[in-house]
Structure formats: structure tokens, C-alpha cells
């Protein structure tokens, strides 16, 4: 547990950075906005690209991919159901609360316990692969429709052409897959800029801090509430049902899927969210509580399940 406790504490302290630099008001309030832009359009490209560039073929089309898709899966229906049917949200903000409510924090925080917790970074490379190649794409088609006013099947079928982190993971895979071997040259401009995309996300996300209250008055507090309950707690049980009750996994194998799916909301989700303008409060406040309360459920996971 103690590689789970350091990459979080490493994390906070990056957020509280953020927080700092806008409280004392070192950059101007357009800050955000093009760091944001930023990050989705060339930084988060660049990481994606190399990171899955890198992992192993067997790796990415391993057992956890199936147990990701389906724990995924569950909290997005659960939470579209709930907040279309029920609360009748937008579109948008339907689609960021799904994502909150089941897209994993595998870079920030999935690498670090990979890595001291389950011994092999590599081990998230799936989570990463359906995370970008299929429920990132489908959501920002949906944020880029919904918020666009235009329908087309020429847009549909453009959007993954025009997204960047789409074509980022996309040629990271292709490469993967296909085994060839970028020289260093090549690969090494990629990953100087790619190894800005974290820390930048973090300090906006700190940024975004400041002047506001999590689950403030007036903002989607039952939103985040849901968004929150599934990510932390439904979603590495619906891991747990699968991984044992279907597919047989035990051991080091079930311990994984189960701490992989109780990873907090990715701050991508964020970064969508404050592409499109759509949700961001939503996005921060479920990022910000499932950053909190993960280390507890990964404690109690790690109690029953390490073996």
C-alpha cells in the first residue's frame, strides 16, 4: 500500500501547485482555457501515443480487457439511466457524468500502482486501450454533436480524423500491433511532450481549484454524488463479479481487475469536459472525491483480495 499512498501524495502535491499559482494570481484568467486546449490538443496526443506505442501486444488483449469493458460499461448505463430518465440532464452533461462514473485514472495514478502495487506497469495498457480507442472516442463524438448543433454522417464518421487524442492512441496501437520499431529519434520528440501532458492536467485541474467549493451550492451535487458512488464502489464490484463469477480469475489476476476498476475518474474527463465547456464543475468535483476516497477502497481491496 505504500506505492498507493506515494503516487497519490504525489499527485496531490502537483494539484495543490495548481491551486497555489491561481490563488496567488501568477498567470492571467485566460490560463485555463489554453492550457486546457493545450493538453487535449498536443500534450495528451503525445503521451498516449508513446504509451501504448510501448506496451505489449499480449498485454493490451489480455483477460482485463473484457473485465474493464464490462465494469466500464455498467457504471456509464448506470448513471445515463439515471441522470436521462430521471434527473432529465443535456446530453452533455449526461455523457460527462458517465464518463466520471467509469473512465480510470490509468496514466496519473494507474501507472504508480501498476507499477509498486501490482509489480508490472504494463498491466493497465487495456484499461488505456479501451478507454481511448473506444468509450473516449464514443463520448467526444457524442460531447462534439450534442454541443455543435450539427448532425451529419460525414461529421459522425470524420470526428475520430479530427480528434487528436483519438489519432494519438490510435497510431500508439497501430504501431503495438503491427511490431514496428520506431528509431529513438523519432519517438524521443513525442515523449518530451508527452511528459508534459500529466503534470499540466494536474496543475490546471488545481487551478480549477480555487474560488470554488466541491459540491457547492447551486452545482450538480447529485450528479457527483452518483458519479462518485459508482466509480469508487460499484464499478471494481461489478470488476469482482465478472473476473471470479465468469471468467474464472483468482489470485493475482482477480486482485488486479478489482484494483485496476477502483482506480478514481481520470482527469481526462475533466480536460473533455473543459474542451467542450460542458460539465466542467461536474467533472472536477468527481475527480477531486474519487481521488479521496480510492485510497480507502484500495486499502479494503488489497486487504481481502492481495494474495
Not at 191 to 202: E, H, K, Q, S, W
Amino acid at each position: 500500500m505504500l506505492g498507493v499512498l506515494t503516487g497519490f501524495a504525489i499527485i496531490g502535491a502537483v494539484v495543490l501547485v495548481g491551486y497555489v499559482v491561481a490563488r496567488v494570481g501568477v498567470l492571467p484568467d485566460t490560463a485555463q482555457p489554453v492550457l486546457g486546449r493545450l493538453a487535449f490538443f498536443v500534450l495528451s496526443p503525445a503521451l498516449l501515443f508513446t504509451v501504448l506505442a510501448s506496451a505489449d501486444t499480449a498485454q493490451l488483449f489480455s483477460a482485463l480487457l473484457p473485465v474493464s469493458i464490462a465494469a466500464a460499461v455498467a457504471c456509464f448505463v448506470l448513471y445515463a439511466l439515471v441522470a436521462r430518465l430521471v434527473w432529465r440532464r443535456a446530453i452533455p452533461e449526461t455523457t460527462v457524468g458517465a464518463l466520471a462514473s467509469g473512465y480510470t485514472n490509468a496514466n496519473n495514478i494507474g501507472l504508480p500502482v501498476a507499477a509498486y502495487v501490482l509489480g508490472d506497469p504494463a498491466l493497465v495498457a487495456p484499461v488505456i486501450l479501451f478507454q481511448l480507442i473506444v468509450a473516449g472516442p464514443v463520448a467526444l463524438t457524442i460531447l462534439d454533436l450534442s454541443t455543435s448543433g450539427r448532425v451529419s454522417l460525414g461529421r459522425i464518421l470524420s470526428q475520430p480524423m479530427r480528434n487528436p487524442i483519438i489519432i494519438g492512441a490510435a497510431l500508439g496501437v497501430v504501431v503495438s500491433v503491427t511490431g514496428l520499431e520506431l528509431p529513438d529519434p523519432v519517438l524521443e520528440p513525442f515523449r518530451l511532450i508527452g511528459a508534459a501532458a500529466v503534470p499540466t492536467v494536474l496543475l490546471l485541474f488545481g487551478m480549477s481549484l480555487h474560488g470554488r467549493r466541491v459540491l457547492e451550492p447551486g452545482t450538480a451535487r447529485r450528479d457527483v454524488v452518483l458519479a462518485t458512488a459508482l466509480k469508487v464502489t460499484v464499478m471494481p464490484v461489478v470488476a469482482w463479479a465478472v473476473g471470479a463469477l465468469v471468467l474464472g480469475l483468482d489470485g493475482v489476476a482477480l486482485f488486479t481487475v478489482v484494483t485496476l476498476a477502483a482506480l478514481p475518474t481520470a482527469q481526462n474527463v475533466f480536460v473533455y469536459a473543459t474542451r467542450f465547456d460542458r460539465g466542467t464543475v461536474l467533472a472536477r468535483d468527481a475527480v477531486l472525491l474519487s481521488t479521496a476516497l480510492s485510497v480507502p477502497a484500495l486499502v479494503v481491496i488489497a486487504a481481502f483480495l492481495a494474495p
